[in-house]
């Protein structure tokens, strides 16, 4: 910036020139780029001298050193060139446009993030800013913007949950990420509960290479240190190690396993000529009215089918103490628990924004992009799901005292 004042007479006269001659307001050649860089100009100035002001009343010795430049862009504006002051002990650092900072408006970055959060590649997002703005914007950039959100998010996973969840559901998703050289797999599991007004609110996102009861403890542990104090019903897709993490962390906690899950996992030792009848006859376990007539079910259908396809069958065998849980309750809450349809369809919706990324650049890439699709996802969650009031009254009566204690009344 020189030192002659800025003449807003003739700027005003040029601008309203320029406009009836149809030059447009924004961009590099728009009406308003002078004027812009005056005022960033003019306050760094006044930033400068503010700081030496403070150093002279401190003692210290410092004073102006020449002009740094540098090309910034802006949404208003485009791009252009500003000017700063320097001083000699180097210590001057401005606030309004930062040292290293190279886009002036929070528009852009808001909107650059906003795309990322959508799915949108980073050559799209290049090719958006550029036919919208007329501005070039690197991959390396779109990079450092999304950042941002870092911090955000790492409050968001470390934010203190409520006491108590009626329910919760677990299930897993699997990326790829580039790691050393190469291309690695990595699960991502996330838990969605459901608070004591029905609605749906994702407490954590984990990341781990592999399961089991060590990894399980630590999740559920970092669920109580953040204020969890009591799950009724965990609803989880067999994962491996989870009943065994939870009754050491939660005792009181009822695991029930995903049925549709169960069902899928048996049909994948059935050819396709007997799937029909397979399916026929595991429905009568799953739909029965009560446990007892449910486990009748189970052997008929172990007597006719497990000499054939036995490992159809094992599986429901194994696992019936926690298959069978949700027969305890009327069919609102059957309905609530019986599959972890809730959190797979959460999972469908993520799918959508990260199917584009193929293999991510890091575990932190990944993670960043999952949070800001959840944020997204998350502003629906406004409701109860259906029949909760219903809900409510029954688990009322089977854990009345369990929810009383943390002031459940609802």
């Not at 486990?295 to 069958?313: C, D, M, R, S, T």
């Not at 103490?321 to 999972?347: C, V, W």
Request: charged residues 25%; contains cysteine; aromatic residues 10%.
């Amino acid at each position: 910036m020189n030192n002659e004042k800025f003449d807003f007479d003739r700027f005003k006269e040029e601008a309203m020139k320029g406009l009836y001659e149809g030059k447009k307001m924004g961009g590099t050649d728009g009406v308003f780029a002078p004027m812009l860089k005056h005022l960033l100009e003019s306050m760094l100035e006044g930033e400068l001298e503010n700081h030496l002001l403070e150093n002279k009343a401190s003692g210290e010795s410092n004073r102006k050193n020449g002009k740094t430049k540098k090309t910034v862009r802006s949404l208003q504006s485009g791009s252009f060139e500003l000017e700063s002051g320097r001083d000699r002990n180097g210590t001057f650092e401005p606030k309004i446009v930062a040292k290293r900072q190279l886009i002036i408006t929070e528009e852009l970055e808001d909107n650059v993030i906003s795309m990322y959060a959508r799915g949108m590649s980073t050559r799209d997002i290049t090719t958006y800013i550029r036919d919208m703005y007329a501005m070039e914007i690197s991959a390396t950039e779109i990079s450092h913007i999304t950042d941002k959100v870092i911090p955000a998010m790492i409050e968001w996973r470390n934010r203190p949950l409520e006491p108590l969840y009626p329910f919760i559901f677990l299930d897993c998703m699997h990326f790829k990420v580039k790691d050393s050289g190469s291309v690695q797999s990595r699960a991502v599991y996330n838990i969605l509960g459901l608070n004591q007004d029905g609605k749906k609110e994702l407490l954590g996102v984990y990341l781990s290479e592999n399961e089991g009861v060590k990894f399980w403890v630590s999740v559920l542990s970092d669920l109580k240190q953040r204020g969890v104090e009591d799950i009724l019903v965990a609803c989880v897709d067999g994962l491996k190690g989870f009943p065994e993490a939870i009754e050491a962390v939660y005792p009181k906690t009822q695991v029930q396993l995903c049925i549709v899950h169960q069902i899928r996992s048996s049909l994948k030792y059935v050819p396709e000529k007997d799937k029909k009848a397979v399916v026929a006859d595991m429905q009568p376990i799953y739909k029965a009215n009560t446990q007892e007539y449910g486990y009748q079910k189970l052997l008929e259908f172990e007597e006719k089918w497990g000499n054939k396809y036995p490992l159809a069958v094992s599986g429901w065998i194994d696992n019936w103490t926690n298959l069978s849980t949700y027969f305890e309750y009327n069919a609102e809450i059957r309905r609530a628990i019986y599959t972890t349809n809730a959190i797979e369809a959460m999972h469908r919706q993520i799918r959508k924004v990260t199917k584009t990324k193929g293999a991510f650049t890091s575990d932190q890439a990944l993670l960043k992009l999952i949070y800001l699709a959840i944020q997204n996802i998350s502003k629906k969650w406004t409701m109860p799901i259906r029949n909760w009031g219903l809900t409510m009254q029954q688990l009322h009566l089977k854990f009345g005292d369990r929810i009383k204690a943390f002031g459940g009344s609802k």
